[in-house]
Every structure is written in C-alpha cells, then in structure tokens.
C-alpha cells in the first residue's frame, strides 16, 4: 500500500526553514552534515506521521506555487490564534490576489516564500 511519507521543500536558507517548520510541527530536526545540498529530516516526536524535509534549492519560491501545504484547523478562533502564532515563528501573511468571497482559508509563507494555507475546516 502507498502511504505519503514525506513532503519535501526547498529552501535558500535550510537551517532558518528547518527551525521555523520544527517549530510549527514540534518536531525533531534530523540533519545530514554530509549532503551535498543540506538535506535536513523534521519527524514527529513520536515518529508516527507525515515527515517534512528541507533542502538546498537554487530556484526561488513561487508566487503561486502548484502545490502547496495545506494546515487544517476547526474555527476561525483557532485559524487565527495559528496564524498569529506561525507569523510570531517568522511567516508572513501573504499578497494573495486569488481568495474567493468568504474564503475559509488564509495564505502564509515560510521563512523561505514558500506558500501554505490555514484552512477552517468548520467554516460554512
């Protein structure tokens, strides 16, 4: 059976990346001091879930990316209380030119540009 088992990011700094996403998720930052391209391995403490990883890219990030994170909470009050926290972490609120009326999601970036949405999965 085929399972996700990690997603992968680029990134112009790997370490700033690395340390803001283990510390969106709680992770643990596994590095590899010998990848040619600072490969770095973030798994949840209890290492049962999807892992995230971050490495060297020469590209910069998207604007509007063709894929995307999407973190899930269940109310505005939460989606708030995540983006203030996320941004506190070093994202920023993103220029985004595509909501729908009455979006029930928020787009950030990562310390790298990197998109990713907060959604409400309680809205409407």
């Known amino acids: 059976m085929l399972r996700l088992g ?3 990011l680029g990134a112009e700094d790997v370490a ?9 998720f709680d992770y643990e930052t596994i590095r590899f001091p010998n990848s040619e391209n600072d490969f770095t391995i973030l798994v949840p403490r209890d290492r049962v879930g999807t892992r995230i990883a971050v490495q060297r890219a020469e ?6 990316p063709r894929v995307h994170l999407d973190l899930v909470v269940d109310s505005a009050a939460e989606q708030q209380s995540e983006t203030d926290r996320l941004v506190g972490l070093g ?3 993103a220029d985004w030119d595509s909501y729908p009326e009455d979006a029930d999601f928020v787009v950030l970036a ?7 949405c907060i959604v409400d999965a309680g809205h409407g």
């Open 91 to 93: 994202a920023t609120v």
């Open 16 to 24: 700033r990346a690395a340390t803001f996403w283990a510390a969106v």
């Open 6 to 8: 990690t997603v992968v």
């Open 59 to 64: 590209l910069p990030a998207q604007a509007h």
């Open 110 to 116: 990562d310390t790298e540009g990197n998109r990713f």
